[in-house]
Every structure is written in structure tokens, then in C-alpha cells.
């Protein structure tokens, strides 16, 4: 009995009964698609529009045949054997961006033995080298010579009918990395089978290596590894354009994911909207192709020693009142670094914590900076955060909320007024300025730590900007009095109002960058 082709394949971003992986796989099928170009794989006709993808195959191929042609066209391997998937758009002179997300990639959607083929080699060194720096760095990687996907391995997709698929197929583990299997194998029809493929396509991976996690005393402690996202995608048109721009070698507008340093990076909130970023860099709100993503972090946990399991998934939302501050951490604060071991292979670790911490609140929909005194608590950390004062002022100055720029900008000007002082004795005196400046830092931080109470707070920061101005207006405070007195005496504000204080403490920057600046503020 002739068994009736699956084929033409067709799939709608508004079916009603897809979820979230059904959309980004879906979006990794159609960046597929948009990656073959003119050339797609012989027989197999794709149409691409902004809601739907459909793929027909011409008459006399098997649909046996069309399948294995789409696999190949669509995962593959480099001569180096790193994962190579074209509808990531990653060009052969970006081996640096293949080598993060092959790593990446065997954390999350291949991390069992079973979904991979191992060769022989444990590991492999791969030399990268980097525009912006002198030294090459060798990174170790563990090289394969095939993966699940290419094969649609376990899936049973193909019929016992030769030349024929099946009109169900089973979803392994490796499909949506983190999921767990009951009893019996889940089955969904060959088609969605086959969509669902493409997930791996679909997503942006990360390594994660968290650094405010071992600062902040509340921050989830377990030890994520890798980390997905997963797009949320209503236009397929957009999202593969999107796509494409991110690895592309333009430098019209900063890209955070687009190298291997910007897959490295302090948690899944910062993977999440550093993707959020790339993905609606200058584009208007109604023209974004995505809105919003999943972030799930994968690692160890307490009840599974044997393999990397989901540990947190977060929803995060398309747009952030403060997305600047964020983005202007990454741009001026986030250079993930290489450390080099004794054996002479590197390491990256993200080189600040603050963009973590931010994408973690933005995430959790709390202040932006809350829990920054925890990131100062110790005084090495604190001489840390002060050594990068320049990026500091940047974040500073991409905050919106008007009650903070208000007290940033008081706080700011005081300390202003409170350095020229301090220039004025240390030439009087014929002290080092320097020295004078860093004592006067610590003992204002240890202040605004002890600080215990709103009203408390609030005296502390009325004094010191009184003894700035030796019990004169404050010209800040002048203008933002009304705006100023009420939220300093709120005491909902405490703990926003201690953060602002240490940030306003390591943020502040002279306008020409020179002592001379700050010897000459007024009131």
C-alpha cells in the first residue's frame, strides 16, 4: 500500500498550539532557509514568508530522500569539528564565535555521550587570535565527528516502509535540552518532529560563568554552566534578518554577542538581554521579530550528580525602563577576560560583575541597583569598581528615573566641592592628594555600609553635602529640593537609597577627566 507523503511541509507562527520552542524552532528553520539562498538542497523548494515557512520537494523524490537532503543542508560539521549550522549565519573567519557555541552546544542540546559522536581525540587546542589584543590564546575544546541532528538519531522519523517516513515520531531529550521523559517516549507527528529539529538553530547558547552569585548572599547559588535562549518570535522575515546582522562583520552599532568573549558571561539574565539587545539593535518597536525570550540555565544540581540539568528558567520580557543601564554596562564595564593557566591554555571569565547583577534585577523586575552594596561590601572589591570610574559615569548617565539622576547628580556635585577641598589642603599642606582622596573614600564607604535607617541615611547625606559647601545651597539640591526631600525621607527607600550612594561614590568622573576640574567646583 502506497503510504501518502508528509510533504509539503508547512508551518504557521499563529498555530495555535505552539509553544514557545515550536516558535524559535520555527525561526531556526526559517534563518535555515534564508542561509540557502538560491542554492537550497536539490529537489526541495522552501518558501519564506514573515508568518509561515513551507517546503515542498519536486515529484519523483522519496520523502526519505528530501529529509536526508534537508539534513545535511542544514547541520553540519567544520574540518576542525566544530558544530556548523548555517542558519547562524557564522562566517569561516569567526572560528572564535563556532569554538563558544560548539562548547556551549555540548553543555546543553548534546551533552549526553550518546547524542554526539566522540572520536578518539579528548580534546583539541584551537589558536584564536583577536584584533584588539597582542597575544593569540589557545582554547581547549573536545572535537566531534557527528551529532544527533544530522541523522535525526532515536527520532524514529523514517517508516519501516522503505523510502517512507513515519506518521509519528518520538521527541528525545536532546530535541529540548533540560526536558525530562516519563514513562514512555513523548510522540508528536513526523512534522513537528521535524520543526522541532531546528530548535537547536533557533537559539542563542552561552557559557555562564557567574561572578555576583558568590558576592550577593540571595542570588541563586548553583553552578549553571550553560545557559539557552529561547526566542519568542512573531515575524520569521525580521528574526532571520536579526539573525544574520549579529554575526555579520559591520561595526555601525555595538554587538555584545558576537564574538567569543560576548558568549561568556556572568548568568542567564545577562545571556537573555545581551540577545534582547542584538536582536532590536536599531530597529522601532513595531518592527522587532521577537517579543521577548526564555533563558534557561543548565548545570549541576543537587539531585542529578550524572548530568547538566535545567536549574532556573526566566521569562524576560521584550522592553525595560532601564535596558540602557544595562547596555551601557556591557559597552563600558563588560570585557570578559582570558586567564592563562599553567599548562598555557586560557580561560575567560567576565571581568565585572555589574552587568550580571543589573540583568539580574532588570530581570526580576526590581530596582537596577539593587544589592550594588553587596558588590562593595569588601574593600578590595570596592578599589576594584573605583579603577573603572569612566565606565561607572557612563552607566550613571544612561539612568532614566529622575528621582535617581537627582540624587546622583547631588551626590556628585558634592563630592565635587569635597575634592577641591581636599586639593586645596594637600597643596597647602604639601600632602599627596591621592592618599588624602582614598582615605576619604573608604571611610565614606564604611559610613554609608553602617548606615542602618531611612532617617539615618537621610542625615548622613544632608551632612555631607552641607559640610561641601560649608552650610551653603547645594545648587542640585536647589533645583530638585521638592523631588529630593521626599524620596530621601520615604523610608521605602532605604536600601534603594544606600545603593545609589556607594554607585554615586565609585561613578563619579571629573567632566575633563583632570584634577584641575575638581579644584575649581562652585556651589
Request: glycine share 6%; aromatic share 8%.
Amino acid at each position: 500500500m502506497e503510504i501518502e507523503s508528509i510533504f509539503p511541509l508547512t508551518y504557521r507562527l499563529s498555530n495555535p498550539n505552539y509553544t514557545i520552542y515550536h516558535r524559535a524552532a520555527l525561526g531556526g528553520l526559517a534563518a535555515t532557509i534564508k542561509a540557502w539562498g538560491k542554492s537550497p538542497p536539490e529537489g526541495i523548494i522552501p518558501k519564506l514568508e514573515q508568518e509561515s515557512v513551507t517546503i515542498e520537494k519536486s515529484g519523483e523524490l522519496s520523502d526519505k530522500d528530501a529529509l536526508k537532503r534537508i539534513l545535511d543542508a542544514s547541520f553540519k560539521l567544520t574540518e576542525d569539528k566544530l558544530i556548523d549550522l548555517p542558519g547562524q549565519f557564522i562566517d569561516e573567519d569567526k572560528a572564535d564565535l563556532k569554538l563558544a557555541i560548539h562548547d556551549a552546544l555540548c553543555f546543553t542540546f548534546l551533552q549526553k555521550g550518546k547524542d554526539a559522536r566522540w572520536g578518539k581525540e579528548k580534546s583539541r587546542n584551537y589558536e584564536l587570535k583577536f584584533p584588539d589584543d597582542e597575544l593569540s590564546r589557545i582554547i581547549s575544546y573536545k572535537p566531534i565527528d557527528g551529532y544527533a541532528h544530522q541523522t535525526a538519531k532515536g527520532m524514529e522519523l523514517i517508516s519501516p516502509l522503505e523510502d517512507s517516513l513515519s506518521r509519528s515520531s518520538i521527541i528525545p531529550q536532546w530535541i529540548i535540552p533540560g526536558s525530562m521523559k516519563g514513562r514512555k517516549e513523548l510522540q508528536v507527528k513526523t512534522n513537528e518532529a521535524i520543526l522541532l529539529l531546528f530548535l537547536i538553530v533557533g537559539c542563542s547558547v552561552f557559557i555562564l560563568r557567574p561572578r555576583t552569585c558568590k558576592k550577593i548572599a540571595n542570588f541563586p547559588k548553583e553552578k549553571a554552566q550553560a545557559c539557552i535562549v529561547v526566542p519568542d518570535i512573531v515575524d520569521l522575515i525580521e528574526f532571520t534578518g536579526a539573525i544574520k546582522r549579529i554575526s555579520s562583520r559591520s561595526q555601525d552599532v555595538k554587538r555584545f554577542t558576537n564574538n567569543y568573549l560576548g558568549r561568556v558571561v556572568g548568568g542567564a539574565e545577562e545571556a537573555a538581554l545581551s540577545f534582547l539587545l542584538d536582536m532590536t539593535a536599531q530597529k522601532l518597536e513595531h518592527e522587532r521579530s521577537i517579543k521577548g525570550c526564555q533563558a534557561i540555565a543548565m548545570g549541576k544540581v543537587a539531585w542529578d550528580k550524572n548530568q547538566i540539568n535545567r536549574s532556573m528558567s526566566i521569562k524576560i520580557g521584550g522592553d525595560y525602563e532601564e535596558i540602557g543601564v544595562f547596555r551601557a554596562a556591557k559597552q563600558y564595564l563588560e570585557k570578559s577576560k582570558f586567564i592563562k593557566m599553567k599548562d598555557g591554555k586560557s580561560f575567560s571569565v567576565p571581568d565585572n560583575p555589574l552587568p550580571e547583577m543589573i540583568a539580574a534585577n532588570l530581570a526580576a523586575r526590581q530596582h537596577w541597583c539593587n544589592h550594588f552594596k553587596e558588590l562593595v561590601a569588601e574593600k578590595k572589591d570596592f578599589r576594584n569598581l573605583l579603577f573603572r570610574k569612566g565606565g561607572l559615569h557612563k552607566v550613571a548617565q544612561a539612568i532614566k528615573d529622575t528621582e535617581d539622576i537627582a540624587i546622583i547628580r547631588a551626590f556628585h556635585k558634592a563630592w565635587q566641592i569635597t575634592l577641591a577641598q581636599i586639593y586645596e589642603r594637600a597643596d597647602k599642606s604639601h600632602l599627596d592628594s591621592n592618599r588624602l582622596i582614598e582615605v576619604r573614600q573608604e571611610k565614606m564607604r564604611n559610613e554609608i555600609l553602617r548606615l542602618r535607617t531611612s532617617d539615618a541615611a537621610a542625615n548622613w547625606f544632608l551632612k555631607f553635602c552641607a559640610d561641601a559647601t560649608k552650610g551653603g545651597s547645594l545648587a542640585p539640591m536647589r533645583e530638585d529640593a521638592e523631588l529630593i526631600r521626599a524620596f530621601i525621607f520615604n523610608r521605602r527607600n532605604f536600601d534603594r537609597l544606600q545603593n545609589l550612594f556607594l554607585f554615586a561614590l565609585v561613578s563619579y568622573e571629573s567632566d575633563k577627566n583632570n584634577k584641575q576640574t575638581n579644584k575649581n567646583g562652585d556651589n
